[in-house]
Nanobody, 125 residues
């Protein structure tokens, strides 16, 4: 099982971009977005719990990023607004083979077992 991210590319400082995570074969598990900037550790960006759909965001993206899900086809999205330099990096969506707690997963990327190959986001000023 592998996820497929898309929607990355170049975005101007202050601009917008929407990332997508193709429908996983795994359903009812929730989804998390991570990013990794060059030379830095992976960082949890957003996470949606399965069921109630509660969403968690890392502090630096609150108010600018919105995670959502299309229930019709189980595609997940990460809408990025007012993009900043520090938002540049490779963005990954990740999930697990069973429902997982976002409060833990967003800080522990290795706790999730199913990943995509990532999509690059480049910020230009």
């Amino acid at each position: 099982v592998q996820l497929v991210e898309s929607g990355g590319g170049a975005v101007n400082l202050g601009g917008s971009l929407r990332l997508s995570c193709a429908p996983p074969e795994l359903h009812h598990t929730g989804m998390a977005w991570f990013r990794q900037a060059s030379g830095k550790a992976s960082e949890g960006v957003a996470c949606m719990d399965y069921g109630a759909g509660e969403i968690f965001y890392t502090e630096s993206v609150k108010g600018r990023f919105t995670m959502s899900r299309n229930d019709a086809d189980n595609t997940y999205y990460l809408q990025m607004e007012n993009v900043k330099d520090e938002d540049a990096g490779v963005y990954y969506c990740a999930t697990d083979r069973a429902p997982f707690p976002c409060q833990i997963a967003i800080n522990s990327p290795m706790s999730l077992d199913v990943w995509g190959k990532g999509t690059q986001v480049t910020v230009s000023s």
